[in-house]
T-cell receptor, first 119, second 111 residues
Framework: ETGVTQTPRHLVMGMTNKKSLKCEQH?????MYWYKQSAKKPLELMFV???????ENNSVPSRFSPECPNSSHLFLHLHTLQPEDSALYLC??????????????????FGEGSWLTVV | GQQLNQSPQSMFIQEGEDVSMNCTSS?????WLWYKQDPGEGPVLLIA?????ELTSNGRLTAQFGITRKDSFLNISASIPSDVGIYFC???????????FGPGTRLSVLP
């Protein structure tokens, strides 16, 4: 139990469907992230939010639409995806953005991931 | 931008053996983080290092923050089958908002 919960754990969707991934953190953190991890590829940062404001969009296609209603919740809305979008999507949170030095240290914690298959 | 390199990329060891892997960068990091990822799961934090020279243990795992602040290593003693997975090092990007991750070391433990 890392304090970051993702749902659903597994999702199969057609290319014309609209679905959403949900992430909730119970750590009182201010920053939240979405990462994509494809098979045998490095972690790929998608979005960064700080105090529910988007601070980074790593050139992600518009078919991925993030939403952060508050510091504890983060969504990734999916529509008209492609088969190559099939991957493990990881949500993460940290006390502050990475560039902030904290006396207690700044660490990033991940959820268990949502396996997405686009058919 | 800052990058992390990990070696080896993969390793096969016998159960009971000790394992050593390292992480290097051309730039300084103020924090070193080590994670383990099981297949189909999210990375789980193993050890966090916040001070140059720091040596920290977590059970059979030991990690050190290099004096130069440009490297870190992770040791696993007396490996067991459940040690199988991918081990990532990471650190906060000093010039940006995200965390930088290494490409990972894939560990296989043979019975």
């Amino acid at each position: 139990e890392t304090g970051v919960t993702q749902t659903p754990r597994h999702l199969v969707m057609g290319m014309t469907n609209k679905k959403s991934l949900k992430c909730e953190q119970h750590l009182g953190h201010n920053a939240m992230y979405w990462y994509k991890q494809s098979a045998k590829k490095p972690l790929e940062l998608m979005f960064v939010y700080n105090f529910k404001e988007q601070t980074e969009n790593n050139s992600v296609p518009s078919r991925f639409s993030p939403e952060c209603p508050n510091s504890s919740h983060l969504f990734l809305h999916l529509h008209t995806l492609q088969p190559e979008d099939s991957a493990l999507y990881l949500c993460a949170s940290s006390q502050e953005l990475a560039g902030r030095r904290l006396s207690s240290g700044n660490t990033i914690y991940f959820g268990e991931g949502s396996w997405l298959t686009v058919v | 931008g800052q990058q992390l390199n990990q070696s080896p990329q993969s390793m096969f060891i016998q159960e009971g053996e000790d394992v050593s892997m390292n992480c290097t960068s051309s730039s300084i990091f103020n924090t070193w983080l080590w994670y383990k990822q099981d297949p189909g799961e999210g990375p789980v934090l193993l050890i966090a290092l916040y001070k140059a020279g720091e040596l920290t243990s977590n059970g059979r795992l030991t990690a050190q923050f290099g004096i130069t602040r440009k490297d870190s290593f992770l040791n696993i003693s007396a490996s067991i089958p459940s040690d199988v997975g991918i081990y990532f090092c990471a650190g906060p990007n000093n010039y940006g908002q995200n965390f930088v991750f290494g490409p990972g070391t894939r560990l296989s433990v043979l019975p």
